[in-house]
């Protein structure tokens, strides 16, 4: 089966979107199913009676509260089914909440765990004819979980001044305004959407059966971007595959999980070997996705570079000649030559230089986007674990401002009883022909690797007693030595680069010196 083709690059993420949202929730007063009456009981009417029957005792679910029971013509209803059947048709599973004013109200206690769980969120303004206050305290809630993550929030009211309400929303919770409808607390976005009204119509209001295109073209919006739109397709990968994955997960497994942490010690070692493994089956599902890599080929990033061109982000360069260039192989001679043939704007470009500074508006965007990717490239990220673990790959700084990396084999650095010394090598800070990049103190710094056996330095550290490893403590974290020298962490290289860098410096080390020709020595080079 061939992976999917997409016209427009919006069409790309949009798609991508599609596969991530699976849940949407909705916190409204005045949600109501419409009325279903039903016959109980039928009566035989008097000859006099015009009509055939009348029905007696009629059951009705409940219908929407009128605005004389509410005192707000802005709090407008909500149609429950409306709003659940066209996410349901999006294949997204919506729940609607209805908290009455009751403060012991079990809905109110229980809406802001539902909102953690939810990919949307949708909020009345005017809940029980307020004018946003709780609201604004559950979005107090939501921010204060959300922290640093992207998060979408819909306002839906039928409040007239939608404007209005967004100022609100910066003047209370300290949001950043994008225009007259939408506002931004770091990650997230809010937006105010106005509710259609049949009797009422008013320009650029919603209707329930509408409101989930609307939030899937937000967040769309929201989470643009090529590597963005390739992480929400393998997110969606990975949630389409969680059953089979959990069937290949079955208790026969468990016994040999078991087994291994009886086998290591400190046991809880196996915990990162089972993690691994686990890892492992994700990474599996993720490359064999047709769809998220049809999110990263040729056709994506040439519809990016249109989509970038059409809106003003690119270079001198045409968007086509670009996708060209990126495509060919800057170090075989004829398709260079072949490229130069069909686009002369690169005769006098340097292409085992790369392309980046040509793509970008401006040479600083260029140098950025180089240097985010770069550190995302070999930089373990560190999401909630808070333990900074001493072992090869951490980067460290001195007190003095200098920079140095641990590269003392994983082995080695757990099952510490007592103390142990610790091999490090330095880290020059460099402008070019650099290793590594990080963030540092508020700066991006380059670092280059001393390769040096005699640039090695060791310091002795105590292990902590729960953990039996070194680990970094305080804020900002950083580990000290037994005579307390202090080392403040800085990041952590990922496996592969971490033992990259382990093996030049042992390669340096296993150097054979020889009593040899001097000339055949030249011959050679």
């Known amino acids: 089966m061939g992976q999917p083709e997409f016209p427009t690059f919006e069409g790309l993420v949009a798609r991508a979107v599609e596969r991530f949202l699976q849940s949407a929730v909705v916190v409204d007063d005045r949600a109501f199913l419409p009325s279903a ?5 039928l009566r035989t009417p008097p000859p006099e009676a015009e009509t055939l029957a009348v029905i007696e005792e009629q059951e009705e679910t409940p219908g929407p509260i009128s605005d004389s029971e509410v005192g707000d013509p802005a709090n407008t209803p909500l149609n429950a089914k409306e709003i659940v059947d066209a996410f349901a048709a999006r294949g997204v599973v919506c729940g609607v909440l209805r908290p009455s004013a009751d403060d012991t109200d079990e809905v109110r206690r ?12 949708i909020v009345d303004w005017h809940l029980h004819g307020d004018d946003g206050e709780a609201t604004i305290e559950l979005l107090q809630d939501v921010v204060r979980e959300a922290g640093e993550a992207m998060r979408l929030v819909a306002i839906y009211t039928g409040d007239p001044d939608l404007p209005r309400v967004a100022r609100k929303l910066i003047d209370r919770l300290g949001a950043v305004r994008i225009d007259d409808v939408s506002v931004e607390i770091g990650s997230m976005r809010i937006v105010v959407i106005g509710k259609a009204d049949a009797d009422a119509p008013k320009a650029g209001a919603v209707s329930e059966n509408e409101l989930p295109n609307r939030l899937v073209q937000l967040f769309a919006e929201l989470a643009d ?15 389409g595959a969680t059953y089979r994955l959990l069937a290949g997960l079955g208790p026969e497994i468990d016994l040999g999980y078991v087994g291994q942490r009886a086998l290591v010690y400190p046991s809880s070692e196996a915990e990162d070997h089972l993690l691994g493994m686990l890892i492992s089956e994700l990474r599996a599902i993720v490359e064999d996705d047709e769809e998220t890599r049809a999110c990263t080929d040729a056709n994506a990033v040439a519809s990016w570079l249109k989509r970038e061109s059409e809106n003003g982000r690119g270079g001198p360069i045409s968007h086509e000649a670009l996708a060209a260039a990126i495509e060919t192989d800057p170090y075989d001679d004829d398709s260079v030559r072949a490229l130069r043939e069909t686009h002369a704007e690169f005769n006098a470009i340097n292409l085992k230089k790369g392309l980046t500074e040509h793509i970008a508006p401006t040479a600083e965007a260029a140098k950025k986007a180089d240097e985010r990717f770069a550190m995302r490239m070999s930089l373990k990220l560190v999401y909630q674990r808070p333990e900074r673990i001493l072992s090869i790959g951490t980067i460290v700084a001195d007190d003095g401002g200098r920079y140095w990396l641990c590269i003392q084999p994983a082995c080695d650095s757990l099952r510490i009883k007592g ?21 540092d103190a508020d700066a ?3 670092l280059r690797l001393s390769q040096k056996p005699a640039d090695i330095e060791h310091w002795t550290f105590k292990a902590d007693p729960a953990f039996r490893a070194v680990i970094a403590k305080g804020n900002p974290p950083a580990f000290v030595t037994t005579g307390r ?13 971490a033992q990259r860098a382990a093996q030049e410096v042992g390669a340096e080390q296993s150097r054979i010196g020889l009593a040899e020709s001097d000339w055949l020595r030249r ?3």
Request: aromatic letters at 10%; hydrophobic letters at 45%.
């Open 37 to 41: 009456v039903r016959p109980t009981r």
């Open 110 to 121: 229980v809406a802001p765990r539902a909102i953690r769980r939810s990919d949307l969120v």
């Open 225 to 239: 971007g090529l590597v963005r739109a390739a992480a929400l397709s393998a997110l969606g990968a990975l949630r």
């Open 419 to 439: 103390s142990r010394r610790f091999p490090f090598v330095p880290l020059a800070v460099v402008t070019s022909r650099f290793d590594y990049v990080v963030d």
């Open 444 to 446: 991006t710094t380059y």
């Open 485 to 497: 020298r202090t080392f403040r962490w800085v990041g952590q290289l990922n496996e592969a680069h």
């Open 523 to 525: 011959m050679s080079k």
